[in-house]
């Protein structure tokens, strides 16, 4: 088969590291890729809203199998339009992405089929949201309604910081058009966990647990990012706690799509809190989560593009997902100053010692090659370093020896992902 991803992070590196895996793929393309991802795949220098390359480049290729990764083109209706040109695509479609693409939405959906998430209110005017505020319970949570790359949440202590808020998402338009509708949410306490999942329309199949440290800052301090790192499996999803949420959330979750015409396939990345009450749904994705992919399939056993090709036909039920009894830590090696300002550019040294070493990876994302075919830094995010282990702690010390393998200039990390693991 001949397969094309779009894409150019860390999520997409471990991707294609993985189909390249798959004795299915003769040939991988990634667009637009990076660095890292050229070493498993052509890099195709398109970009992932261009849709019309995008499909016309898959049309000349004769790509069998194209996997859209990040959220803006699902939302867009990148596999629609790849589905209109004749060709096979994985992912949601557009009127299933807007499980991420529209806050509202999501939190309409789960109040109507009854899944358990915080308790909210949505408005399309700031002075509609200022009166509310007035007598609202602090803290409270405000969201920008659309697309703002993870950062369009503000947690807000006190009135004062909700008025201001409101300002920033919906007069100041620090998100954009993601700002015109909000959503304010109650607050909610409690660990966090990320669950992955497969989905073909009716079945879903869930992935091992996560967890992410978005925090650009140890202790959880500082602004907040993408991600920082990652750890799988979360120790604080129980076997209880999994029981529930399969009942009450996931495959509700999948019913509810179906029910209102929005049948879903593709990835639904289910944000969890484990508050005292139960967990609750923070949000939902409609992708794989970054960095939380980089810690998930180098555990999984499965041939990943079977599992994508069942779920497009629609036969995820007869798929058995298996992971590797063992535990993995991603160390994100970020430029100084992100998610703010940051110098790009810099050559990055030491990669190589990754090459030999079983169980250590370094996924890219924020790379390319300079003028002189050097691997330079290119993002606020730049590496990804993995490392598994028998257990959490193992793969903790593995993924911080290996994260002193690379050098380069500005590079900053957390040095605190997966403490909490000491905890459990
Ligand atoms: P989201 O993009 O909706 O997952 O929000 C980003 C982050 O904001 C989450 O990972 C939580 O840390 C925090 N957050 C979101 N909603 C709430 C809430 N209702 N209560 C407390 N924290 C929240
Ligand atoms: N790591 C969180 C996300 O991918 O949205």
Request: aromatic residues 8%; negative net charge.
């Amino acid at each position: 088969m001949k397969v094309l991803i779009v894409g150019g992070g860390g999520r997409e590196h471990a991707i294609a590291w993985k189909v390249a895996q798959s004795p299915k793929v003769e040939k991988l393309y990634c667009a637009p890729g990076n660095a890292g991802i050229a070493r498993v795949a052509e890099c195709v220098n398109i970009g992932v809203m261009d849709f019309e390359k995008l499909t016309a480049f898959a049309k000349e290729k004769e790509i069998d199998l194209t996997i859209v990764a990040p959220d803006d083109p699902l939302a867009a209706g990148a596999v629609d339009a790849f589905e209109a040109a004749g060709l096979r695509a994985f992912g949601p479609r557009k009127d299933a992405a807007i499980l991420e693409g529209s806050k509202a939405f999501s939190k309409d959906l789960m109040k109507k089929y009854g899944i358990p998430t915080a308790a909210y209110e949505t408005f399309d005017s700031p002075e509609a949201a200022l009166t509310y505020l007035e007598t609202a319970d602090m803290p409270i949570v405000l969201k920008a309604d659309g697309l703002a790359l993870g950062k369009g949440v503000l947690i807000c202590n006190t009135l004062k910081e909700a008025r201001e808020g409101v300002r920033t998402l919906m007069l100041d338009k620090q998100f954009g058009s993601a700002g015109n509708r909000i959503v304010a949410e109650e607050f909610m306490t409690g660990r966090e966990v990320s669950v992955l999942s497969f989905v073909d329309g009716k079945n879903i199949q869930i992935m091992t647990s996560a967890q992410d440290h978005k925090r650009a800052k140890d202790g959880d301090q500082g602004l907040n990012t993408g991600g920082m790192g990652t750890f799988s499996p979360s120790p604080f999803y129980t076997e209880e706690i999994d029981a529930f949420c399969r009942e009450h959330i996931y495959q509700p979750t999948v019913d509810a799509m179906r029910e209102e015409g929005r049948e879903f396939k593709g990835i639904i990345f289910f944000g969890l809190m484990l508050t005292e009450k139960g967990p609750r749904v923070l949000e939902y994705n409609a992708r794989f989560g970054d960095p939380e992919t980089q810690v998930v399939l180098p555990r999984m056993k499965n041939d990943l593009v079977e599992v994508f090709e069942a779920c497009i036909d629609g036969t995820l039920d007869q798929v058995q997902l298996e992971f590797e009894d063992n535990a993995a830590v991603c160390v994100v090696l970020a430029s100084e100053g992100y998610p703010e300002h940051y110098e790009k550019g810099y050559v990055i040294s030491g990669l190589e010692r990754f090459e030999n070493a079983k169980g250590y990876y370094v996924f890219h994302a924020g790379s390319k090659f300079d003028e002189e075919g050097r691997t330079v830094t290119n993002g606020g995010r730049v590496l990804g370093v993995t490392a598994v282990g028998r257990d959490l702690k193992e793969a903790r010390a593995g993924a911080y020896q290996a994260a002193e393998w690379v050098e380069f200039d500005n590079k900053y990390m957390r040095h605190d992902i997966g403490k909490a693991i000491e905890e459990a």
